[in-house]
């Protein structure tokens, strides 16, 4: 290629016109463009280039067939350029998206999932519509109906310390207003945490209810045969965290009783964390999840996150210690709203001035 054309390439159509312009002036006639693997190609011409084209021909034929050959030459450089400049110029629907896509990463949501929603995203769509795809693509029951209208045997698991006996509490507090304390039936698993089974054998007391402690899997199956009787049975489990080998004996000691689950999630962690604890504990008895820790909770959107690929019902949300008042049935879209409106109350204060370069194997001031 002679040195009045030039091959351009950079990593964005936005660079490689800037390049464009730096090394060959304002005037310089872009030829084509095409991608080259992760980058943008261009091949660009000088006006004088285009200059002695245009003055070749020996004859009236020939400058003739150069003329037209010029102006189409003119039209496609224009066209291409235009291109290049909607390429390079993000539009307002980018933009758009990029804001909200930003907005949602920072709430919790995995960028697997924001991108997905978003490509689909309409271009007079917003906000509004990335909420009401959410709440579609979210599953809810209603725990007062299934669980503790419905009946039956319910085991409450999940990592140590996201809320299990208090939640057990909870359930329990709201079938005993319904049924009365003689058709309720409380159990714990718990044995190892110093005072765990104590715990729950309070709120027992309070709610006149018996707690029967158990240590294995043999001690579990009688109890929930003496229990047959009860209207509704809860079984608050051990915590282990989800790496915990033990977690998949108590998965198979479950499941091997037909026992029901209801997974606790920490709505305080990071979405890696969250989705790790639902691979581990998730198994088809597994009815639904219940949010735990909401109000200590500030980007939400992680739980809602692992909800919705995981395909995991949302049965209650719970959003504190007291009983049985912190803990309700989950409202998709109230929970939505709160998750969007949680980042504007914060703002994010850095130390000035920050070290950024290195000399001399230290950070010091740029």
């Given at each position: ?26 005037d ?13 190609e ?6 004088a280039?285009?200059?002695?084209l245009?003055q070749g021909?020996?004859n009236?034929e020939?400058?003739?067939?150069v003329?037209?050959l010029?102006?189409?030459i003119r039209?496609?450089?224009?066209d291409l ?6 390429l ?10 990029g ?7 920072r ?13 689909q ?14 709440e579609r693509?979210l ?16 085991a409450?698991?999940?990592?140590t310390?996201?809320?299990?006996t208090?939640?057990?509490?909870k ?7 319904r ?6 039936g409380l ?17 027992g ?5 018996p ?10 199956k ?13 079984v608050?489990t ?8 033990r977690v ?5 000691q479950?499941d091997?009783?037909?026992?029901r ?5 920490n709505?305080?962690?990071n979405?890696?964390t969250?989705?790790?604890?639902v691979?581990?504990y ?6 639904g ?22 395909r ?8 504190g210690q007291?009983?049985p ?7 998709l ?7 969007f ?9 850095i ?7 290195l ?8």
């Open positions: 290629m002679n040195a009045q054309t030039r091959t351009i390439r950079a990593l964005t159509a936005r660079d490689a016109l800037r390049q464009v312009r730096v090394e060959m002036g304002e310089a006639v872009i030829l084509s463009n095409r991608r080259v693997g992760d980058h943008v261009i091949v660009a011409a000088a006006p280039a285009l200059a002695q245009e021909g020996k009236n020939e400058k003739e067939n003329s037209q010029m102006k189409e039209r496609l450089q224009s350029q235009g291109q290049l400049v909607s390079a110029t993000p539009t307002a629907h980018a933009t758009k998206k804001k909200i896509q930003r907005s949602m990463v709430m919790g949501f995995s960028s697997a999932l924001t991108e997905q929603i978003l490509d995203m309409p271009e007079q769509a917003g906000l509004s519509w990335v909420t009401q795809v959410l693509n599953c809810a029951l209603r725990g007062d109906e299934t669980i503790v209208g419905g009946g039956g045997v319910f409450l698991v999940g990592p310390g996201v809320g299990k208090t939640t057990t509490a359930l329990a507090a709201r079938a005993v207003v049924y009365g304390a003689a058709r309720v159990v714990t698993t718990d044995s190892y945490r110093v005072g765990a089974h104590e715990q729950l054998r309070v709120y007391r309070i709610l006149g209810v707690v029967h402690t158990v240590k294995d899997a043999a001690d579990l009688t109890t929930l045969n003496g229990l047959r009787d009860k209207h509704l049975v809860l608050d051990m915590g282990m965290g989800q790496r915990d080998g998949q004996e108590q998965n198979d479950l091997s009783l037909g026992v689950r209801l997974l606790l999630l709505a305080t962690c979405l890696h969250l989705e790790d604890v691979r581990v998730r198994t088809p008895n597994v009815l999840c219940i949010p735990t820790k909401l109000d200590e909770a500030l980007a939400m959107g992680g739980v809602l996150d692992v909800a919705i690929r995981h995991l019902p949302l049965c209650y949300v719970a959003n007291r009983v008042e912190d803990l309700r049935e989950a409202n879209m109230a929970l939505l709203q709160a998750t409106n949680s980042l504007e109350m914060v703002g994010y204060n130390a000035l001035p920050l070290e950024f370069s000399e001399n194997g230290g950070l010091s001031h740029a």
